[in-house]
């Protein structure tokens, strides 16, 4: 166990629909990470958080924002979906080292 | 875009056996990880490497980095079944994209008991 819980394990929705995904970092740690897992894109960088600034951008569709609130959980907000942004997303975080922690996973099937 | 090129694809082993996994990556970096993943759960750090080190140990685990080659190699020695996943190696370059890490397509290591 990592320490990072995220919220829901799994959520089936349509195209079209918007969901909110959360994360839990571990107690103390200031950095939370979004990525996203698929068949054909691998894992790739969404976003990075510190402290509730938004610290780096990958890869992010403009569909896609995030946000990390005062007690340092996180959101990850995917609106207009479609087919292919069925993926695993996962939460990671840091203290700020270079060791990052990864939570569970969010599996997202869009119909 | 995938960074890191991992080499092979997949590995079949018996266990015991030792199992060596192979990363290309194209940037400079200021560290490279290697992160284990179970069937689709969420990933497990296993061993960092910085970029002024060029091995490194954690118990069965064995590291090396060639910055010259741009290279990494993980090696498990006397595997066990519980050992089979899949293995991502995950450079960070540092600098203003310290933490954005970039990962490899994988190896999944499959030990035979």
């Known amino acids: 166990d990592s320490g990072v819980t995220q919220t829901p394990k799994h959520l089936i929705t349509a195209t079209g629909q918007r969901v909110t995904l959360r994360c839990s970092p571990r107690?103390?740690?200031?950095?939370v990470y979004w990525y996203q897992q698929s068949l054909d894109q691998g894992l790739q960088f969404l976003i990075q958080y510190y402290n509730g600034e938004e610290r780096a951008k990958g890869n992010i569709l403009e569909r896609f924002s995030a946000q990390q609130f005062p007690d340092l959980h996180s959101e990850l907000n995917l609106s207009s979906l479609e087919l292919g942004d069925s993926a695993l997303y996962f939460c990671a975080s840091s203290e700020g080292g270079d060791t990052q922690y990864f939570g569970p996973g969010t599996r997202l099937t869009v119909l | 875009s995938q960074q890191g090129e991992e080499d092979p694809q997949a590995l079949s082993i018996q266990e015991g056996e030792n199992a060596t996994m192979n990363c290309s990556y194209k940037?400079?970096?200021?560290?490279l990880q290697w992160y284990r993943q179970n069937s689709g759960r969420g990933l497990v750090h296993l061993i960092l490497i910085r970029s002024n080190e060029r091995e490194k140990h954690s118990g069965r685990l064995r590291v090396t980095l060639d910055t010259s080659k741009k290279s990494s190699s993980l090696l498990i020695t006397a595997s066990r079944a519980a050992d089979t996943a899949s293995y991502f190696c995950?450079?960070?370059?540092?600098?203003?994209?310290?933490?954005?890490?970039?990962f490899g397509q994988g190896t999944i290591l499959t030990v035979h008991p």
């Open positions: 940037t400079s970096i200021n560290n």
């Open positions: 107690s103390g740690d200031l950095s």
């Open positions: 995950a450079t960070d370059p540092g600098g203003t994209s310290y933490g954005k890490l970039t």
